[in-house]
């Protein structure tokens, strides 16, 4: 009921608040004879449906029936149906409307046709929210739409706000509007309603619309104030926290946190813990080790209230416990390079540059006095040295006669 009822105010909006649309109303009626209603015609600003009829019926009903197949029906005593404003459904699939005299065969039926060429509505609509209150749609151009169209966009929060067009478009490489930023954005508990049609010169553009419930696209901030107390008793270490920040607030309760804790020196190969699950702003690690590093993350999502469902974004890492602490084997490391290298240096400039014998003259020696011989023994030897003898031979050739 609630989806037809929706159905009525999207109409509403697309009539009178937004960018005129390419729309019409076609009604035809019974078959087995001309039926006494005419003239159907739907008031957009009063929400009200109204006919004439050439006899007088002390009954009729109304019929409005979606693309979904969902419908509500309203019974009058005369030719005026009202319907209540509530926003839940888009329209440029189509609607049909059905006036009945019940009891009889007389009715006319009637559709809201959204016009145009067919494929030249934009594809793929979506949009989200981040970082408490920007938001960022985006869609694509029809397939079949002609080159020069261009897209507009319009959206209302809620039926108290003012329709407003996108001011900061995002275009493609051909200028055409692609996406739309929006800033200081409320989330309301109304759903937000829009619409993005088109104009081109050689065709008529077909529009396009959407009901969005804001709290359902929201990418939730990481939680706020994340500490970490650990003690050595077994009370391990207590992690707190406090809610993501949003532009309305929320009960406590409307959120569950997921709690990732891993150690950081562990090879990549070893089987992770799986992350917890807690609905409160407090949780107890029971494993801590002190001789241990970890690294904790928590992140959060809506449970059971109008916020998101979907998981938001990380924390920033913290890292808690003692670990290995290789910062001295570093220093000592260094230290014991820096002294290699300093030494290394040293000796090539020396040997480059430097003799040593001129730098360490040799040291002289103080005489045996038992073993060194004299100037006279001295002498004694070089005169005994023994002497070489030669002696010569002579060969006397006579010749014989």
Not at 127 to 142: D, E, P, R
Not at 231 to 253: F, N, V, Y
Request: charged share 25%; proline share 5%.
């Amino acid at each position: 009921m609630f989806d037809i009822l929706g159905l009525i105010c999207m109409i509403w909006w697309c009539m009178l608040l937004f960018h005129p649309l390419h729309a019409d109303i076609q009604c035809m009626g019974s078959e087995a004879q001309e039926s006494p209603i005419t003239n159907v015609k739907m008031n957009w600003r009063k929400m009200r449906l109204n006919w004439e009829s050439s006899k007088n019926f002390s009954e009729y009903k109304c019929t409005i029936i979606n693309r979904n197949m969902e419908n509500i029906d309203i019974k009058v005593n005369s030719p005026l149906c009202r319907y209540p404003m509530e926003q839940d459904m888009s329209l440029h699939k189509g609607v049909f409307f059905i006036i009945e005299v019940p009891n009889t065969n007389i009715s006319k039926n009637c559709t809201f046709i959204p016009g145009g060429m067919n494929g030249s509505a934009i594809e793929n609509f979506s949009c989200v929210i981040y970082n408490i209150s920007l938001m960022k749609c985006t869609w694509q151009a029809g397939r079949d739409a002609p080159g020069d169209t261009q897209y507009f966009l319009y959206w209302q929060n809620s039926r108290d706000n003012d329709v407003m067009e996108c001011e900061l478009y995002i275009k493609d490489e051909n200028g055409r509007n692609t996406g739309c930023r929006f800033q200081n954005v409320m989330i309301k508990t109304e759903g937000a309603y829009f619409l993005v049609n088109g104009s081109s010169k050689d065709s008529l553009i077909q529009f396009y619309d959407e009901y969005i419930e804001l709290y359902k696209i929201e990418i939730l901030t990481p939680p706020l104030n994340v500490t970490v107390n650990c003690t050595r008793d077994s009370a391990g270490c207590i992690i707190t926290w406090q809610p993501p920040l949003r532009s309305h607030m929320e009960h406590a309760k409307c959120f569950q946190y997921e709690i990732s804790i891993q150690k950081k020196d562990e090879p990549k190969e070893e089987k992770k813990d799986p992350p917890v699950r807690v609905r409160n702003y407090r949780y107890e690690f029971q494993n801590y080790n002190e001789k241990k590093k970890y690294i904790l993350k928590i992140r959060a999502k809506g449970k059971n209230c109008p916020v998101s469902s979907n998981w938001g974004e990380w924390s920033e890492p913290i890292e808690f416990g003692q670990g290995k602490d290789y910062f001295i084997f570093v220093i000592l490391f260094l230290i014991s390079l820096g002294t290699i290298s300093v030494t290394l240096l040293q000796y090539c400039l020396f040997k480059r540059y430097c003799s040593f014998k001129s730098i360490f003259s040799p040291v002289p020696q103080p005489r045996d006095k038992f073993n060194a011989s004299t100037d006279e023994d001295m002498q004694t030897e070089y005169v005994n040295l023994p002497k070489k003898s030669c002696t010569e031979e002579i060969t006397i050739v006579e010749e014989m006669t």
